[in-house]
């Protein structure tokens, strides 16, 4: 059978399989005590249970049961994802700190990486083959090695995994975000002829459409860790085998390109959480999701931008393996080269645009009409234009909005909260 074929099934049965046991989680949940309650950084308004992500593990390991190749890396990666959902359960049940959190996802990865899922070399424009797994830099007991390839994967993967659970903040986000880049590193690795790896990445778009069907907004039930975490790793374990571990030049940068949405997004509150001096780790509202909910967007309008981006991002990362604008030794087709340039640009505008024109804009719109509604009330005139952009640029900075003194409608400046 061919593998597109099989990697169809795979979606197709890890959809189904997830969608029908998402409900029964939700009893799960309501037994173990594991619902999500608002908070002041949340979305939703009501408690909600947050086992979700069981239902994409089954509905993973029934796919891959049935159409993964039954070898020891496949074995291994089952393994893994068994492992790190279970770290995210006990996340989920009994709120671990993030060193256990991290090291647990630590644990979960070595698995496949122990199995043979690392990159031992790859290809980088203008530099060649780079053989990251012939620098050994450890020798282990039985005679093994761990090699700085190994140690490279286990980062990547790590980082894949925090990178998904961060954005998981919107009913649907993460799912909807993952749906997108699994069909599109489904396309690439089946592209690539890493077959297995095209299926499991199938499979993991596939469970994340089967629990959109109660996940999406108004949301019945949530993912938790369990969920995001899982879909990070399974996500990170398609990277390393479906284009990391070819020698195509451009297979370097297609997973990148494909998950830029979130890797942004956790770059962003990354830095801005370095700049004011705070835990990485502590939760904030400084995620692209939470500044749009202060412009103003619903749910559903949050979801509709971040996946119409991700799509954009996917579609340059697909156009990049698919459009012949070079015969891979140098030689570019001008037509062709115009086509890739035009998408990019687009690509980059899509991009510029979400960042930043769309989001100040539309905040310095919303603050001046709840300026002026409130001064109206208060008989007062309505904002200067220089107050309102230094409130905006303050939100923008901190994410938190200055409150406003409803007697007066004068701007009552606060510290942006420490607390999740």
């Not at 799960?28 to 979700?52: N, Q, V």
């Not at 089952?78 to 492992?83: D, E, N, Q, R």
């Not at 999701?289 to 996946?307: D, E, K, P, V």
Request: hydrophobic share 55%; with cysteine; proline share 6%.
């Amino acid at each position: 059978m061919p593998a597109s074929i099989e990697a169809l099934l795979a979606f197709l049965l890890a959809g189904v399989a997830t969608m029908l046991l998402v409900r029964p989680t939700m009893r799960l949940a309501g037994r173990l005590g594991a619902i999500d309650m608002p908070r002041p950084r949340s979305l939703h308004e009501a408690p909600t249970p947050k086992l979700g992500g069981l239902a994409i593990l089954a509905g993973a390991l029934i796919a891959g049961l049935v159409w993964l190749p039954w070898d020891g890396e496949t074995r291994a990666i089952l393994a893994g994802a068994v492992a790190i959902a279970a770290v995210g359960l006990l996340d989920d049940v009994y709120e671990l700190n993030a060193g256990l959190k991290l090291a647990g996802q630590t644990v979960a990865v070595v698995i496949p990486v122990a199995a043979g899922v690392t990159v031992e070399s790859f290809t980088f424009p203008f530099l060649g083959q780079v053989n990251p797994g012939s620098v050994h830099l450890l020798t282990l007991p039985g005679g093994g090695v761990v090699s700085l390839g190994d140690l490279g994967t286990v980062i990547g993967i790590v980082a894949v995994i925090n990178v998904i659970n961060l954005i998981d903040g919107v009913d649907g986000l993460a799912a909807g975000v993952c749906l997108i880049s699994g069909v599109a590193l489904a396309a690439i690795a089946l592209s690539l002829e890493r077959n297995a790896a095209g299926v499991l990445a199938a499979l993991t778009a596939g469970a994340s459409l089967g629990f959109l069907r109660d996940g999406f907004p108004p949301a019945k039930t949530f993912m938790g860790d369990t969920g995001s975490n899982l879909l990070g790793f399974l996500l990170g374990v398609v990277a390393v085998q479906g284009a990391l571990k070819t020698n195509a030049v451009i297979a370097l940068f297609l997973p990148l390109i494909v998950l830029t949405v979130p890797i942004l997004d956790t770059g962003f509150v990354v830095a801005k959480r370095l700049k004011y001096r705070r835990p990485i780790y502590r939760a904030d509202r400084w995620h692209f999701h939470h500044r749009m909910a202060n412009i103003g967007f619903s749910q559903r309008r949050t979801l509709a931008y971040l996946y119409g981006w991700t799509a954009v991002m996917a579609a340059l990362a697909l156009a990049l393996r698919f459009v012949p604008y070079s015969d891979n030794h140098g030689h570019f087709d001008a037509l062709w080269t115009a086509v890739m340039a035009l998408l990019g640009l687009l690509a980059l505008a899509a991009s510029v645009y979400l960042i930043e024109v769309l989001e100040i804009l539309n905040l310095r719109h919303l603050r001046l009409r709840q300026l002026v509604t409130l001064r109206r009330d208060a008989g007062r005139p309505a904002p200067g234009a220089a107050q309102i952009d230094l409130a905006v640029a303050r939100e923008l900075e901190t994410g938190s909005f200055p409150a406003v003194d409803p007697e007066t409608g004068e701007f009552e400046p606060i510290e942006p909260a420490d607390g999740p």
